[in-house]
């Protein structure tokens, strides 16, 4: 199982438009408005990292409201 947490920038007055929005998406395992520096944090998992990548850039990128992302994928072998 391929893991990551994606942090996310949003546009002044979308964050809630954007959690719920990301809710729907399949392998979404959690997502929360916060504060600092980024405005939405999401955890997600696949089967394999091809699938983790497309549902990254094809469905959370592209959400209307988005200004920009950062993903860290998790390291669970160590």
């Known amino acids: 199982m391929h893991s990551a947490f994606v942090l996310m920038n949003a546009e002044l007055g979308k964050e809630n438009h954007i959690v719920d929005e990301i809710k729907k998406i399949a392998n979404v395992k959690e997502v929360y408005p916060v504060y600092g520096v980024y405005d939405v944090l ?37």
Do not use: W
């Open 42 to 78: 999401m955890i997600i998992e696949s089967d394999s990292m091809e699938l983790l990548r497309e549902t990254i850039t094809s469905k959370v990128r592209k959400l209307d409201g988005i200004k920009s992302t950062l993903t860290m994928i998790i390291v669970k072998d160590q």
